[in-house]
């Protein structure tokens, strides 16, 4: 019989809504339940592409004897941490204080008041390697609530006590200057891997946010050093195996330092970033292995992730079926020789092997290699090689698919629609920029209230549950301001506007200018959480830095300019300090120090050859966080346009920053050398 997470949204809840275990979803009936039979109750939150959470579903969640203990001492509430990020984070900081480690599943027991007294993350279903089993655990925590409850709530409300002591050092309310970019450049320096492009060692993150850091930082300065870390980085990542050759898109890391092996899940924010890295690399020194890249990972997200209404699922699975009914990670994408002379034949399959780096010992496990570039010297045939290639990717299309997680989440369509927007006006591929505007219909359809206010989630066409945490506010208002400079319509800036209101009044602290993950009506949980630092994706915090930066440059607004500002200050304190782990922080402040520029580009219309040609100038432009309105004169679609006559006739590009404008002038090419840095 299902349990109660039979009705809910989010594909990871119900991928457990058939095991034996009373599952709850989070809410305040589990918490009284807990209450009423006096049990503590067991978290457990994870995603629906995690390899070690369907570990652990399989081994102890359907087994029936396991079930039946925690049924009978528990209240069982499952979490999807891409739906509530809020109860993610406070309980994971938690984790991570007490363990010095996190990581998902994440495993939690807490009071029937929702405060939490002991931790960890995967257990096994029998001790191994020093870790004891899942019942064990359950055994121990159990007794533990039963004889000792005095003990436990104290070591429950210290633990909530030194978490509300951790209250960020915020730095001081100004942005960071010339010399805190330098410095944090200089600490990426030393952490860089110049053998292998990247930063740190193994397991290997792509390091999209402090890419973007690195462009800007050369487009505004010249620091040849930066440029070359970003582009060895991205010819590495791309090479590498974490690049699905065949098909295009990124896995979400790299398990060893050379960027061999995948962990193979596919994310929708992390191909979402790295298209427009592509795309923003392309721009700035034209390498045709950018243009690909940046364009096959567009194709792919449109291709494997769109879901019927529009939006972008999360998720692809690491595991799929081997063909043997065993799930197994990597299947779908791996290879041995033996497979490519099934496909190719005998001359082929050699060439293949040689081209992709497959070997007879193989690269991954049992024999099969992942897919790569590796450098070698002489040249394969183009055509050739495209015939090979298709081959393979037909013969991979008949294999059992990895399962998709269908939810679209709101933070991490924002990223898609900036990143398909751009990367379609770059190349000239409409279709790219229909996708994301179809995206934006359904988040603004779906997604938004009267109150212009975010639900984080939807599914098949309905919202789910859940209010938008800042990310999504933030996020979301990043892909809007995108979407404004590539079409032409105001209207996205305006949405983009209302958006970055709901930041100002319920995400700011007005003492601080510091923001909060969730907003000030939110439900309240045993922290507010709060973090600057970005990891698999922008934080909350510097996505609302950076747009409030953008709105601010379109409109002219005061409070925007100012709110970008102070939430910038943690930049100045992070930066040179973990500038790893601030690399959008970094982009914003780039951005404040080269103005940004505002461009204005009046004709008489959009698909005219003059305006066009200046329109495509101005996005070209590498000027950090530089904004781009483009309109008829006289249009009130954009503030920049207001006062904007044509030039003698001619369409015209107007380019100011910080108060003071050059003349305007109607040629791409005077245009061009004003926005290069």
Request: aromatic share 8%.
């Amino acid at each position: 019989m299902p349990n109660r997470l039979a009705h809910e949204t989010s594909p990871y809840l119900l991928q457990h809504a058939d095991n034996p275990v009373d599952w709850w979803p989070w809410s305040s009936e589990a918490f009284e339940e807990a209450r009423k039979r006096n049990v503590p109750v067991l978290l457990s939150v994870g995603y629906s592409s995690c390899h070690w959470c369907h570990v652990m579903a399989h081994e102890s969640f359907e087994d029936q004897e396991t079930a039946e203990y925690l049924n009978q001492h528990y209240v069982s509430v499952k979490v999807d941490r891409e739906e509530r990020p809020d109860v993610d984070a406070v309980y994971m900081e938690a984790v991570q204080a007490a363990t010095g480690q996190g990581g998902w599943p994440m495993t939690v027991f807490l009071t029937p008041d929702a405060e939490p007294f002991y931790f960890g993350t995967y257990f096994p279903p029998a001790p191994r390697q020093g870790m004891p089993s899942f019942r064990q655990v359950l055994q121990g925590v159990h007794q533990a609530w039963d004889e000792r409850r005095d003990e436990v709530t104290e070591v429950a409300e210290k633990i909530v006590r030194d978490l509300a002591g951790r209250e960020i050092s915020y730095g001081d309310a100004r942005t960071p200057g010339e010399e805190e970019l330098a410095q944090a450049l200089l600490g990426l320096t030393r952490e860089y891997d110049p053998q292998r492009g990247g930063f740190g060692g193994a397991p290997k993150f792509p390091p999209s946010m402090v890419l973007e850091f690195l462009l800007r930082h050369h487009a505004r300065t010249g620091a040849e050093g930066a440029l070359q870390m970003a582009q060895d980085t991205c010819e590495r990542m791309a090479r590498g195996g974490m690049y699905d050759q065949l098909g295009g898109g990124f896995a979400r890391y790299s398990v060893d330092r050379d960027w061999v092996v995948p962990h193979f899940e596919k994310m929708l924010y992390d191909n979402a970033l790295l298209c427009r890295v592509y795309a923003h690399l392309w721009r700035a020194t034209g390498s045709e292995l950018a243009r690909r890249v940046a364009l096959e990972t567009a194709d792919f997200m449109v291709r494997e992730l769109r879901t019927n209404e529009g939006g972008f699922a999360s998720a692809l699975d690491a595991d799929s079926d081997d063909g043997t009914g065993k799930h197994v990670e990597g299947a779908y994408y791996v290879w041995t020789p033996e497979q490519l002379r099934e496909v190719l034949g005998d001359e082929d399959a050699e060439l293949a092997a040689q081209h992709f780096g497959v070997t007879e010992e193989g690269t991954f496990e049992e024999g099969a290699s992942v897919l790569q570039l590796p450098v070698r010297d002489g040249v394969f045939e183009a055509g050739k090689i495209a015939s090979i290639s298709e081959r393979l990717l037909a013969k991979r299309a008949e294999r059992p698919a990895p399962g998709r997680d269908d939810k679209v989440v709101a933070a991490w369509n924002g990223l898609a629609i900036a990143a398909l927007a751009e990367t379609g006006a770059y190349f000239d591929r409409p279709d790219l920029v229909e996708a994301a505007v179809a995206a934006a219909d359904l988040l603004v359809r779906l997604h938004l209230d009267e109150q212009a206010r975010l639900t984080r989630t939807s599914k098949d066409g309905h919202a789910g549950a859940n209010a938008g945490v800042l990310e999504d506010y933030a996020d979301v208002a990043e892909g809007f301001l995108a979407l404004a400079s590539v079409t032409g319509e105001g209207v996205w800036l305006e949405f983009a506007g209302f958006l970055l209101d709901h930041v100002l009044v319920r995400f700011t602290d007005p003492e601080s200018g510091s923001l909060y993950d969730t907003a000030a009506d939110a439900e309240r949980l045993i922290r507010r959480p709060q973090d600057p630092t970005d990891n698999a994706a922008p934080s909350g915090w510097t996505a609302a830095a950076n747009a409030l930066l953008s709105y601010a440059a379109h409109t002219g607004s005061e409070p925007h300019r100012t709110a970008a500002e102070r939430a910038l200050g943690v930049v100045k304190a992070l930066g040179p300090r973990v500038p790893r782990f601030i690399g959008w922080g970094l982009a914003a402040a780039e951005a404040v120090l080269d103005g940004p520029r505002e461009i204005a580009v009046v004709g008489p219309a959009l698909d005219d050859e003059g305006t066009r040609a200046l329109h495509r100038t101005a996005l070209l432009g590498t000027a950090p966080g530089a904004v781009v309105a483009a309109g008829a004169p006289g249009s009130d679609e954009f503030p920049l346009l207001a006062d904007r006559p044509l030039v003698g006739g001619e369409p015209a590009a107007y380019v100011c920053r910080n108060f003071t404008c050059d003349a305007p002038t109607t040629e791409p090419d005077r245009l061009r050398t004003v926005l290069s840095g």
